[in-house]
């Protein structure tokens, strides 16, 4: 371990790393340990935190939240919550994640996160549609015929808004602990709408084969949100951030199939492919 965290460790718990080991997953290439200390207790260690993910962790507390022992410069001193319930698979029973997010969109987030928006992805599409179409998961036709409909159904979804948003919820930001579900890496946090996070849950309890709870919200603006965020995102190279060896383009590939399917259900469009 650098020596650098080893001393924001001891800063925020005032114990030293005793034993460490690297914590797995994750896309980028920021360090992850899990640390036991010298007084017995144990810590999750991350270094390289983003600004949004250091302000959270810094300003907003609350059981969907991992407790923080410190963050010192970059580096976050966390609970450890490797005893917790990491998915795939999400329990039989997902509706802790959507009650965490309940609390996660009524929560007032810190001024300083950036507000949430993005592009009308299905319009940049419709400008360069070759990317997307040499994934081959749909053809020129059932573009043609889809893309008016996708655009529409995408400009329903409301980006702006006053609520703290997690922005990346995902099977490898979640947790199921005994208080409830837990969401880690909040390095897209942002200030928006928190029908975004819903959405994202959705999606990703939906791809793992788990079954949704009823829903106070209208997914199709935000299906067709997602499979268009993922059309763009998904040809592209990977950023220098994520690590090389990550499968984060396969991952977004096989999203977008699941996601075109499901927008294709809602708008009463074609099955594509
Ligand atoms: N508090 C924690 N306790 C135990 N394990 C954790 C904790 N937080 C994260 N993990 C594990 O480490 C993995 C990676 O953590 P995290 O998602 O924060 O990093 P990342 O995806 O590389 O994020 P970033 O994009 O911010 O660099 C998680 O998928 C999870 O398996
Ligand atoms: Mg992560």
Redesign the pocket.
């Known amino acids: 371990m650098e020596v650098g965290i080893a001393r924001a460790v001891t800063r925020a718990t005032e114990s030293r790393p005793a034993t460490w080991r690297p914590?797995?997953?994750?896309?980028?290439?920021?360090p992850?340990w899990?640390v036991e200390l010298e007084d017995g207790r144990r810590?999750?260690v991350?270094g390289?935190?983003?600004t949004e993910?250091r302000t959270v962790y810094g300003e907003v507390s609350g059981p969907f939240l991992?407790r923080v022992h410190g963050v010192e410069g970059d580096v976050l001193v966390?609970?450890?919550?490797?005893g917790?319930t990491?998915p795939p698979p999400y329990p039989g029973d997902v509706r802790p994640l959507f009650a965490a997010l309940e609390e996660v969109g009524e929560t007032t987030p810190p001024a300083e996160l950036p507000p949430l928006r993005g592009p009308r992805f299905w319009e940049l599409v419709r400008a360069d549609p070759a990317p997307f179409l040499n994934l081959g998961l749909v053809g020129d036709e059932w573009l043609e015929r889809s893309l008016d409909a996708l655009a529409a159904a995408e400009s329903g979804a409301v980006l702006a808004g006053e609520a703290l948003v997690h922005g990346?919820v995902w099977a490898?930001?979640v947790?199921f602990a005994p208080r409830g579900a837990?969401l880690?890496?909040?390095?897209?946090a942002r200030r928006g709408n928190p029908a975004f996070d819903v959405a994202l849950a959705a999606i990703s309890a939906r791809i793992a084969g788990a079954t949704l709870p009823p829903l106070d919200l209208d997914l199709a603006p935000w299906v067709a949100l997602l499979s268009g965020h993922w059309a763009v995102v998904a040809p592209q190279p990977l950023p220098a951030?994520?690590?090389a060896d990550s499968r984060l383009r396969e991952a977004q590939r096989a999203d977008l199939a699941h996601a075109l399917r499901w927008a294709a259900e809602l708008l009463d469009l074609p099955p594509p492919g």
């Open positions: 914590a797995g997953g994750g896309h980028t290439g920021a992850k899990l810590v999750f991350k390289e935190a983003s993910e991992a966390l609970e450890d919550l490797s917790a990491w990346d490898g930001n947790c837990v880690v890496d909040w390095a897209d951030s994520i690590r």
